[in-house]
């Protein structure tokens, strides 16, 4: 029996056709599909001042935090320092009842170091709506309205209920509650509560800054 000799374009068993793909050719697609994305990463105008603008945004936030850190813990050890030595003369004494202000009791130290996350997270709500705005007295009248206002508000309302209620939203009413030491159950929340308002507004407006950054950069 004679073997027929296959043509030049025929294909012999267990031979691949031209449309079969083999490891070599799947790992040339994954290679051209990564390379592709990686061309629109970089001739896309707006990914590159998207990741700028995050980048100031971020090394804003954190220059913020670092310098309301250091200057809020120094303060607040000054006050406690000051309340030790001058409300003594006051009255405010063991012998009328009153103990010595220490960071050795826990409330006093929670009120202590409260009121330092407090002050850098209105420091963060500021620059959150400082880069919405970008008007610097805008933005402070803004800031100012949002923290003042609504105390405000709260005062006039005769309703028990919605007086509490604003009490409780309200970002700077909520977040002092950190510096409470005593009749805590009279308070509208309790301080780690009020405090996780006020982180709840910083960064919901440190997020909406980021997000308008990225509409005016697209």
């Known amino acids: 029996m004679t ?19 083999g490891p070599g050719r799947a790992g040339s697609d994954v290679a051209g599909a990564l390379h592709a994305e990686w061309t629109k990463l970089r001739t896309v105008p707006g990914t590159i001042w998207l990741l700028l603008a995050a980048a100031v945004l971020a090394a804003k936030t954190a220059v913020v935090t670092g310098l309301v850190l250091a200057a809020g813990t120094i303060g607040v050890l000054g006050s406690v320092l000051a309340g030790r030595l001058i409300l003594p003369g006051h009255g405010f004494s063991p012998a009328h009842g009153y103990a010595l202000l220490s960071l050795g009791d826990g409330p006093v130290l929670r009120a202590a170091g ?9 420091a963060l709500l500021s620059l959150g709506v400082a880069t919405v705005i970008r008007e610097s007295g805008f933005a402070i009248g803004a800031v100012l309205a949002l923290l003042y206002v609504v105390p405000v508000i709260a005062s006039v309302v005769t309703d028990p209920h919605w007086q509490r209620h604003l009490q409780q939203i309200a970002p700077m009413t909520a977040g002092l509650d950190i510096q409470a030491t005593t009749g805590l159950s009279s308070l509208p929340l309790s301080p780690w509560a009020g405090l996780g308002v006020l982180a709840a507004w910083a960064g919901g407006a440190l997020l909406a800054g980021g997000l308008v950054l990225r509409l005016r950069d697209a």
Not at 5 to 20: E, F, K, M, Q, R
Not at 114 to 122: A, H, K, M, N, R
């Open 3 to 21: 073997a027929v000799p296959l043509g030049p374009g025929a294909a012999g068993p267990g031979a691949a056709g031209p449309g079969a793909a």
């Open 114 to 122: 409260g009121s330092v996350l407090y002050l850098v997270l209105i």
